[in-house]
């Protein structure tokens, strides 16, 4: 049983290693992201009007968004697999 556990607490581990590897690449997109809008000029900038602007403003506050949330279902994801092996090593205890 013991191995058992062993092996899907690796699994968890590559798997969350997987998720922890996307999210690092969402977060250089979105870093990226803010990076440009910082160098966009306070002045006068030229984006095909305010519509431009706005669109411009609301694509980066998406990206942002989605990076935030993938952070909040690995957390959540990481959380219910360590309550599993706990449940199942509780239950393992009492036998």
Not at 4 to 16: F, G
């Amino acid at each position: 049983m013991q191995s058992k556990i062993t092996k899907v607490l690796q699994h968890m581990a590559h798997t969350h290693e997987q998720m922890a590897r996307i999210l690092d690449a969402e977060r250089h997109v979105a870093v990226r992201m803010s990076q440009i809008v910082h160098d966009l000029p306070d002045a006068e900038p030229d984006f095909d009007g305010i519509s431009g602007m706005i669109e411009s403003s609301t694509q980066v506050n998406k990206n942002i968004i989605a990076y935030l949330n993938a952070l909040a279902d690995l957390e959540e994801a990481m959380a219910d697999g360590v309550g599993r092996v706990i449940k199942e090593l509780n239950g393992q205890e009492e036998e």
